[in-house]
């Protein structure tokens, strides 16, 4: 029996299935560029004792049997070679891959790092305006003629910013013309700084606490803008005042905390409006507005074609008369035609019978001369 091969294919598997099991520990443990290094000394030592183990099976064999198959150790070897060296490749391959990869992912860390210092220092800036009441005002406004300027409102058109009310004082932030001379206030300051202590708060206890706070402090900002003359039938306004909410955060907070708030503002008739649902109001006010100058219009027309209707009957009378008239001019024409013209040429044609009795010619010199009575005009006299 031929134990070369036999041996040669026990001593590949062994040195594949060892190679593999080094190469998946060293993955793990190692970084590309020393695995590649520890694997191609782990096969060169694992090759050197397959090798010695086999070479000790072979010279059992005999001299003979070991030259006579050197060619074929020697091929096994250079496959092996080639397979040490294609992995010694793709290990620099993956070495330059992690490489670059770990540069981008520096890159992005750093970018957002950046963002996130900028965002944090936004934030700062912010939370330190809003800290002041008349800052939280004029962030309000903002954010209301945002929205205004979105649906399309012209300032002192369609709505007037600080206006104050006559006999009053009061100066609503916003008041919207309605159609029949009425209109309807808004308000936009609203009360913040519990809710910010809220979000900033560490434990739970304080957290419940600031919360109650932050909504007695808007059952109070009710009871205050009922309180400001905002509704006034001698003013023509409507029987409610709207209460901007300029966050959609906080509006939810407020729905989700104690929806009972919305309902009493409804009772005391005041409208809380966030930005989104504010949106809808002035597409509410919009269309009023023009319904009622759609109406207005219609009116207009109507009257204007009650107008032309008179005129349009005047015209017919004084087109049937003009008829009327036509028809009797028509009516003594034909009698000129006809009658008159029978009566006047009955005479005539007794005359030419007489001329032509007594055999009198016409006398056609005599054409132009004139009638008996009537005077030749001067250039004639003097020709």
């Keep these: 029996m ?17 190679g593999a099991a080094v190469l998946l520990r060293l993955i793990h443990a190692k970084t590309a560029k020393d695995f590649a290094a520890e694997m191609k ?14 070479s000790e099976e072979l010279i059992k064999l005999g001299s003979t049997d070991l030259d ?11 496959r092996m070679t080639e397979e040490l060296n294609s992995m010694s490749k793709l290990m620099k391959e993956l070495e330059k891959d992690r490489v670059e990869k770990f540069g981008e992912l520096t890159n992005q860390l750093k970018t957002t790092s950046e963002q996130t ?17 008349k800052a939280r005002g004029q962030w309000g406004e903002r954010m209301a003629e945002d ?11 369609n709505y007037f910013k600080q206006k104050s009310i006559e006999g009053i004082g009061s100066r609503p932030d916003f008041t919207f013309p309605l159609p029949r001379n009425l209109k309807v206030n808004m308000d936009v300051k609203f009360p913040l700084d519990n809710y910010v202590r809220f979000l900033e708060a560490k434990s739970d206890l304080e957290k419940e606490k600031l919360k109650n706070d932050f909504l007695r402090d808007v059952k109070a900002r009710i009871k205050e803008v009922t309180t400001r003359e905002y509704i006034d039938p001698e003013q023509n306004t409507v029987d409610y005042v709207l209460l901007f909410i300029p966050n959609e955060q906080i509006y939810a907070f407020i729905h989700e905390q104690d ?29 009023a507005v023009e319904n009622f100058a759609l109406e207005k219009t219609s009116n207009q027309i109507l009257s204007l074609f009650g107008s032309f209707r008179k005129q349009w009957n005047e015209f017919i009378k004084r087109f049937d008369n003009l008829g009327k008239r036509i028809e009797d001019t028509q009516k003594e024409y034909e009698g000129l035609v006809t009658t008159r013209r029978r009566q006047l040429e009955r005479p005539l ?12 010619p016409v006398d056609t010199d005599n054409d132009e001369r004139t009638l008996p009575g009537i005077e030749e005009p001067e250039e004639n006299k003097a020709e």
């Design 2 to 18: 031929n134990w070369v091969p036999v041996l040669s294919a026990l001593i590949a598997g062994f040195v594949l299935g060892l």
């Design 68 to 78: 006579s198959k050197k060619g074929l150790i020697d091929q096994q070897l250079g």
């Design 117 to 133: 210092a900028l965002l944090k220092q936004t934030t700062e800036s912010l939370r330190e305006a809003l800290s002041s009441t």
């Design 41 to 54: 000394d782990s096969f060169g030592n694992l090759s050197l004792e397959a090798l010695s183990k086999a």
């Design 147 to 157: 929205v205004l300027r979105l649906a399309g409102f012209v300032e002192n058109v």
């Design 349 to 360: 044609n007794k005359i030419e019978d007489l001329r032509k009795e007594r055999g009198i």
């Design 259 to 287: 929806s009972s708030i919305l309902d009493d503002g409804i009772k005391n008739r005041v409208i809380f409006c966030s930005p989104i649902t504010f949106f809808a109001v002035l597409a509410v006010i919009r269309q």
